[in-house]
């Protein structure tokens, strides 16, 4: 399996972004798969998922209201809609499958020691006036 993501960029705090993840190869119908992001310095963190069965997205509390994540099967992609963003969304944003992580006793989070399945090369998202 391979994450190819694209759509970052530079924007001014305000604007909008959509990120697009490319999802190829064979990804089982049990993954959750969604978004990570990481400033330097920092331990990165889940952002947004979409989880493996029928559910409701997850959201970090930062983002709820803000980003929209959703997925088209018949295309193999999953993307990342983010409106009125801020200079604190600034950061490497990750596309990132797992296999048991985006439900309630597996949260979309980082934890040490926890690898999740796949990961995409990440994208850069920079907002700055």
């Known amino acids: 399996v391979r994450l190819v993501e694209s759509g970052g960029g530079l924007v001014q705090p305000g604007e909008s972004l959509t990120l697009s993840c490319e999802v190829s190869?064979?990804?089982?119908?049990?993954?959750?798969i969604g978004w990570f992001r990481q400033v330097p310095g920092e331990e990165r963190e889940g952002v947004s998922c979409?989880?493996?069965?029928?559910?409701?997205?997850y959201y970090l509390d930062a983002v709820e209201g803000r980003f929209t994540i959703s997925r088209d099967t018949t295309k193999n992609m999953v993307y990342l809609q983010m409106n009125s963003l801020k200079p604190e969304d600034t950061g490497v944003y990750y596309c990132?499958?797992?296999?048991?992580?985006?439900?309630?006793?597996?949260?979309?989070?980082?934890?040490?020691?926890?690898?999740?399945?796949?990961w995409g090369q990440g994208t850069q998202v920079t907002v700055s006036s």
């Open positions: 990132v499958a797992d296999s048991i992580r985006c439900s309630y006793y597996y949260p979309w989070e980082w934890v040490p020691g926890f690898e999740y399945d796949y």
């Open positions: 190869g064979f990804l089982p119908d049990g993954y959750g």
């Open positions: 979409l989880p493996s069965r029928n559910g409701d997205p």
